[in-house]
């Protein structure tokens, strides 16, 4: 089928793709939680005759279809499931129904337009060899793509290669972006916790090891790691994201613990060590001045995300397809997010790339992460036109 053939058939059934998304949107489930999304997801991809297998480190799905044409070639194609623990406040009718539960990053519309090119192939699997439809839980910081390569994604489901998809707000709507090399961040999590004799603030804090100046001194001394430690062409992030100690009720009491934690981002291995190094002497060298302990604790829930050269040029390729030579730009900036789909591409070729989500009528657009984010309905077809346009085009076999 022809590319120019693809929207005519997606616009069949995009009013019952656009519900579906907006049903998953209505019911987030956060990482390793995902029982009514993978089990909606399961039952979708068997009414269109896909084998389906369920509970891939957990609650990951798999569906597989062979092509019409004869030929030995696999590749998958990889979604996330996962929402976040974020309130919503779009006030939209679909809006979640759970509270502090919110589809915050787009994976409801990132497993719509997969389970949309699942249904489309289904239709007409003119292609040779096979595709595995992965829906992975768990994207969010808690291991979802670990889980399902310790489960044996790749032995049980053989592919040449993997590729990954992202929407991206503010980029125009149905631009792809990507990169060969680093797209994406390492992303890693660390905790300091202070420990000390605590004390009473008002009549003795002479005779207390003080946590709270402890924490200004770390907090201080971790701006310098990018400024001063990391060579100027490199790029890493190290913020604060927790604070906490005391309480309220006891204002005039020092206390005796206190736990400071945040994010780390790296593009490399050796930066990936030396922020990890300087957090911790940094943090030890603060409890020690005022006779304190410091308990570190860290890791990498994702590790830097490189797209393969060939992977990319392949992506490169089904985009200017879908969007033309004006509308996919093969040199954007790498961004300091991370992605566990990186773990995938560590153990498969492959690549990932940005798809435009667009802006608002009034030029805006509301942030991943944001309580304010809605995923971008008119986006779906041009995700379900780029993955169809992919596997033709990569398992097309021999002419």
Not at 23 to 44: K, N
Not at 182 to 199: D, I, Q, Y
Not at 304 to 322: C, D, F, K, Q, S
Request: glycine content about 12%; some cysteine; charged content about 20%.
């Amino acid at each position: 089928m022809a590319i120019e053939d693809i929207q005519p058939q997606i616009e069949r059934y995009l009013p019952e793709l656009i519900a579906l998304r907006r049903d998953i949107h209505a019911h987030p489930e956060l990482g390793m939680e995902e029982t009514r999304t993978a089990a909606l997801v399961a039952e979708r991809l068997r009414s269109w005759g896909l084998e389906t297998t369920e509970g891939i480190g957990r609650f990951g799905v798999v569906g597989t279809l062979k092509g019409r044409r004869p030929g030995q070639g696999a590749i998958g194609l990889r979604a996330d499931m996962d929402a976040l623990a974020l309130t919503e406040q779009t006030g939209l009718a679909y809006g979640s129904t759970i509270p502090g539960r919110m589809h915050a990053c787009g994976h409801d519309g990132h497993t719509a337009m997969l389970l949309g090119a699942a249904r489309m192939l289904a239709e007409n699997p003119d292609f040779a060899g096979t595709v595995h439809f992965i829906f992975q839980p768990a994207e969010e910081g808690r291991g979802g793509a670990q889980a399902m390569l310790e489960d044996g994604l790749f032995e049980r489901f053989p592919c040449d290669a993997v590729y990954g998809m992202h929407n991206m707000p503010g980029v125009p709507l149905g631009h792809f972006a990507l990169r060969k090399g680093p797209l994406m961040a390492g992303s890693g999590r660390w905790v300091a916790t202070f420990r000390g004799t605590g004390g009473h603030g008002g009549n003795s804090p002479h005779l207390a090891n003080d946590l709270t100046l402890v924490q200004a001194i770390f907090i201080q001394a971790l701006q310098g790691i990018v400024s001063r430690n990391v060579p100027a062409r490199e790029s890493v992030v190290v913020s604060v994201g927790h604070i906490a100690g005391g309480t309220k009720e006891s204002l005039n009491v020092m206390p005796a613990e206190l736990v400071v934690g945040g994010t780390m981002r790296a593009f490399n291995a050796p930066m990936q060590a030396l922020v990890e190094g300087r957090i911790r002497e940094l943090a030890e060298l603060a409890a020690a001045t005022q006779g304190a302990t410091a308990e570190i604790s860290m890791w990498w829930n994702a590790i830097p995300l490189v797209n393969h050269e060939r992977e990319t040029e392949v992506m490169a390729a089904a985009a200017r397809a879908v969007a033309g030579e004006a509308g996919v730009d093969t040199a954007t900036q790498p961004v300091t997010g991370g992605e566990d789909f990186a773990f995938m591409l560590q153990a498969k070729p492959g690549a990932f790339v940005f798809l435009g989500a667009g802006v608002a009528p009034d030029g805006t657009a509301h942030a991943l992460h944001s309580p304010l984010y809605d995923f971008n309905d008119a986006a779906l077809p041009h995700g379900v036109a780029f993955w169809v346009q992919l596997v033709r085009q990569e398992l097309a076999g021999v002419a």
